[in-house]
C-alpha cells in the first residue's frame, strides 16, 4: 500500500467522523434555533393578545381554528406539540402550541395559539441541506487538494527511485540524483549518493581481487597438476610413493574443479557477466548432450531428448553452457548403471529427470553450496549452487524434486 494512501485513509476517517458529529451538531442546532424562533413568536402574540383584549374587553374573532382557538375548558399553560389534520395535505401537521387564561366579563377564557412547524421543517431541510453539501464539498476538496499537494511534494523522491533502479554498479557511471528544494529529499539524496559511492568502491575491490585471485592461483594449481602428471609417468618411481602421487594428483584435480566453480560463483555474484545474447537452449541441450556422450555410455544410460519445442533465453553463452552442463552432469554423474535420463524442453521450460538414489530430505537443500547428497563424493558440491545462482541470475525458477513411487530425480528450470 501506498505511503500517500495509507495517510488519505487516516485523513478520510478524520474526516468522515467530523462530518458526521457535524452534520448532527448543526441539524440540532439549526432545529433548536427554528423552534425557539417559534416559540419567541407564540410569546410574543400571547402577550398582544392579552393586551389588546385588556383594552378592548372583547374576544379576538378567530378566523383560522388552526392558528387560535377559544374556549372555556381549562388548558395547560406550556408550550407544547401536537398534530393537526391538514384536509388539504391529507396528512397530519406539526404544531407548536401555547396556552392562556383571559378573564373578561367575569369569566375565564381560554386561548390556543398555534403556529405551524412545517414551514420550520423546510427551512430546516433547505438549510441543512446546503450546510451539508457545502462541508461534503470541502472534505473532497481538501482530499483532492492533498493528493495533489502529495503528489508535488513527492516527485522528488519518485525521480530518486526512478535514478536508482536504472543504477547498476558494473556501469563506471556515478550515481546521479536530481537536485531538490525540499530538505528531507536533499538530506535523503545526499546519503543514498554516498552509499552509492561506497558500494560501488566495494565492488571494484571486491572485483579486483577476484580476478586477482583467479590469476594467480590458476597458474600454480596447473604446475602442480603438470608436475604430478609428470611423476606419474616415470619408470622409477618406487612404488611406495606411487599411491601418496596419485592421490595429490586427484586431490590437485579436486581442488582445481572448486577454483573454478567458486571463482564462477563469484563472478556471477559480482554480475560480471552483465552482456546477454539469445541463445538456442534447446539446442545448446543436444550439443552438451552429444559431448557427454562417452559418460552417458560408459554408465549404459538410456538417454531420451525431447526438443520439439524451441527454447530461446536471453543470457550470456557462458552462463548458459555452465547451466546445461551443470544440470546435464548432475543428472549423469548420480545416475544408476543401466539408468534412465529425460531432458524435455517446452515453451519457456527445461526439465531433466533422471534416476538415482533415494532422498529422506528436502532435494531442493541440494541447490546449497557444497550440500551432497553422499558426503564421501570427491564432487565439491557446486555444481547445482552455480546452476541455483544462474537461475537466480536472471529471474528463472531452478526447483529440485523427488518422487519416492519410481525414485526419479527431477530438475525444472523455469524462464
Known amino acids: 500500500m501506498k505511503l500517500l494512501t495509507k495517510t488519505n485513509r487516516y485523513y478520510l476517517v478524520l474526516v468522515a467522523a467530523l462530518f458526521v458529529v457535524g452534520a448532527?451538531?448543526?441539524?440540532?442546532?439549526?432545529?433548536?434555533?427554528?423552534?425557539?424562533?417559534?416559540?419567541?413568536?407564540?410569546?410574543?402574540?400571547?402577550?398582544?393578545?392579552?393586551?389588546?383584549?385588556?383594552?378592548?374587553?372583547?374576544?379576538?374573532?378567530?378566523?383560522?381554528?388552526?392558528?387560535?382557538?377559544?374556549?372555556?375548558?381549562?388548558?395547560?399553560?406550556?408550550?407544547?406539540?401536537?398534530?393537526?389534520?391538514?384536509?388539504?395535505?391529507?396528512?397530519?401537521?406539526?404544531?407548536?402550541?401555547?396556552?392562556?387564561?383571559?378573564?373578561?366579563?367575569?369569566?375565564?377564557?381560554?386561548?390556543?395559539?398555534?403556529?405551524?412547524?412545517?414551514?420550520?421543517?423546510?427551512?430546516?431541510?433547505?438549510?441543512?441541506?446546503?450546510?451539508?453539501?457545502?462541508?461534503?464539498?470541502?472534505?473532497?476538496?481538501?482530499?483532492?487538494?492533498?493528493?495533489?499537494?502529495?503528489?508535488?511534494?513527492?516527485?522528488?523522491?519518485?525521480?530518486?527511485?526512478?535514478?536508482?533502479?536504472?543504477?547498476?554498479?558494473?556501469?563506471?557511471?556515478?550515481?546521479?540524483?536530481?537536485?531538490?528544494?525540499?530538505?528531507?529529499?536533499?538530506?535523503?539524496?545526499?546519503?543514498?549518493?554516498?552509499?552509492?559511492?561506497?558500494?560501488?568502491?566495494?565492488?571494484?575491490?571486491?572485483?579486483?581481487?577476484?580476478?586477482?585471485?583467479?590469476?594467480?592461483?590458476?597458474?600454480?594449481?596447473?604446475?602442480?597438476?603438470?608436475?604430478?602428471?609428470?611423476?606419474?609417468?616415470?619408470?622409477?618411481?618406487?612404488?611406495?610413493?606411487?599411491?601418496?602421487?596419485?592421490?595429490?594428483?586427484?586431490?590437485?584435480?579436486?581442488?582445481?574443479?572448486?577454483h573454478q566453480a567458486l571463482t564462477l560463483l563469484s563472478k556471477i555474484e559480482n554480475r560480471q557477466f552483465a552482456s546477454a545474447v539469445p541463445v538456442q537452449l534447446h539446442e545448446l541441450v543436444a550439443e552438451k548432450l552429444g559431448q557427454l556422450q562417452d559418460f552417458t555410455e560408459a554408465k549404459r544410460l538410456k538417454v531420451r531428448l525431447s526438443a520439439t519445442v524451441p527454447l530461446h533465453a536471453q543470457m550470456h553463452p557462458v552462463l548458459a553452457d555452465s547451466l546445461v552442463n551443470n544440470l546435464l552432469q548432475n543428472a549423469i554423474k548420480h545416475n544408476y548403471p543401466g539408468g534412465r535420463l529425460w531432458v524435455r524442453t517446452s515453451r519457456g521450460e527445461l526439465e531433466i529427470t533422471n534416476t538415482g538414489q533415494p532422498l529422506d530430505f528436502d532435494p531442493m537443500l541440494l541447490l546449497e553450496r557444497f550440500r551432497k547428497h553422499n558426503a564421501a563424493s570427491d564432487s565439491p558440491g557446486l555444481g547445482l549452487a552455480i546452476a541455483h545462482q544462474i537461475c537466480a541470475f536472471y529471474g528463472f525458477r531452478l526447483r529440485y524434486s523427488f518422487s519416492r513411487t519410481d525414485g526419479l530425480h527431477t530438475l525444472r528450470v523455469q524462464l
Open 24 to 258: 448532527v451538531g448543526l441539524y440540532q442546532g439549526t432545529q433548536w434555533a427554528l423552534a425557539h424562533e417559534v416559540d419567541e413568536q407564540l410569546v410574543y402574540h400571547r402577550d398582544y393578545l392579552t393586551q389588546h383584549i385588556q383594552r378592548t374587553q372583547a374576544l379576538p374573532s378567530v378566523t383560522n381554528p388552526n392558528e387560535l382557538s377559544i374556549g372555556r375548558r381549562p388548558q395547560p399553560i406550556t408550550l407544547g406539540d401536537t398534530l393537526l389534520y391538514d384536509p388539504v395535505e391529507r396528512t397530519e401537521v406539526p404544531f407548536r402550541t401555547i396556552s392562556f387564561a383571559v378573564e373578561l366579563g367575569g369569566q375565564r377564557h381560554w386561548l390556543t395559539l398555534r403556529k405551524s412547524l412545517i414551514e420550520t421543517k423546510e427551512a430546516l431541510a433547505v438549510s441543512s441541506g446546503l450546510m451539508l453539501g457545502m462541508l461534503a464539498l470541502m472534505v473532497v476538496g481538501v482530499l483532492l487538494l492533498n493528493r495533489w499537494l502529495s503528489n508535488r511534494l513527492w516527485a522528488p523522491f519518485r525521480r530518486t527511485l526512478a535514478a536508482l533502479r536504472t543504477y547498476e554498479l558494473t556501469r563506471p557511471q556515478a550515481l546521479v540524483l536530481p537536485a531538490t528544494p525540499i530538505d528531507e529529499f536533499s538530506e535523503l539524496n545526499q546519503a543514498v549518493a554516498q552509499l552509492a559511492e561506497r558500494a560501488a568502491s566495494d565492488y571494484r575491490v571486491l572485483k579486483e581481487f577476484t580476478e586477482n585471485v583467479a590469476h594467480e592461483t590458476r597458474t600454480p594449481l596447473a604446475i602442480m597438476q603438470a608436475k604430478l602428471e609428470q611423476l606419474m609417468q616415470l619408470d622409477g618411481l618406487p612404488p611406495a610413493a606411487t599411491s601418496p602421487v596419485r592421490e595429490l594428483y586427484q586431490a590437485t584435480l579436486r581442488l582445481s574443479r572448486l
